[in-house]
């Protein structure tokens, strides 16, 4: 009698989606974590119906992970305890805020960042009714943003997925960097942290050539390869040490800053929180005087030459004549005829 034997790769019977998912799931709830050789072995599935049905479950919204283990093969898990959370839900309020949000990182268009929110925001859909969605759709229009000379990330696609799983799984990287007006340099770069600052992508974490942490511009990065190798994120670490006493993001030797807004601008100053160390001094003509101390002189000046001609550099003497020496530059750009 001849035995029965199934050829590898090939299932033994047909399966709906619906109980081969439901097969996949209790093998990946019933075990630690399982490669897709042992998923495709105990369903009895092709390998390639696993890869399609492990998408299908990540994007029903399962917390689906995928870990390389020592042996190299890449293991597939929930994370722990899922079950236990409770059903997520939200008051109108709420989606009105998540809407907000996502309309503020609109900036992201064609990056998988904006590919990840419009799945998130597609699970949302799906477990509304109908008159729910059409809803949804009138709040999303309640609460719409506007860029301004914002910076295109679609380019920057596949090198910001290799830069995401970095950051997600602590891997080193060499990437390589072009400065405006300078030769690409090649980094080992351990990445802590994605920052947003004035629509733009910054990459900040500890590089190995300086010995230092180190903030990147996404823009100028050229090149990115993860290395095997995985990190440990300093436990002492904070964002915040990326910039330290900085106005804006350049950091260096810090200085006070005192400033006199007129009239016809103080309001549009006194709105605002500038930097953590600021203090305010109100003028019975109706100006202040800002104090503060901080880093960065070319944002700095930048920023002050926004509020020409309602604002005077007070201190320090030697920001004070740089922005002069700017101004001077710029009358002397102007054209005699004018």
Known sequence: MTENVRKPGKPAKKYSQAAR????????????????DEIADEAKITRRTVYR????????????????GEDGYTVYRFITGFKKLPPITFSLEELMTLYLCRGQLSFLQGTPFQDDLEAIFGRLRSSLPPRSVAHLERIASAATPRFQGVRDYQGKKLLLAELRKALLYQYRCRLTYTPPHREATDYLFEPYTLLFFNN?????GYAHNRKALRLFLVDRVDRVELLTERFEVPEEYRADDLTGSAFGLIEGETFELKVR????????????????SQKIEEQEDGSLILSLQASGEKEILSWLYSYLPHVQVLEPPALKQLFTE?????LANISPSI
């Open 21 to 36: 998912l439901h097969d996949v799931i209790r093998i990946l709830e019933a075990r630690y974590g399982a490669t897709v």
């Open 200 to 204: 733009s992508l910054y990459l900040g």
């Open 326 to 330: 700017g101004l001077r530059a710029a």
């Open 53 to 68: 049905d492990l998408g299908a479950i990540r994007d029903a919204g399962y917390p689906l992970v995928a870990e390389k």
């Open 261 to 276: 807004f007129a009239l016809e601008v103080a309001h549009l100053v006194r709105e605002r929180l500038w930097h953590p």
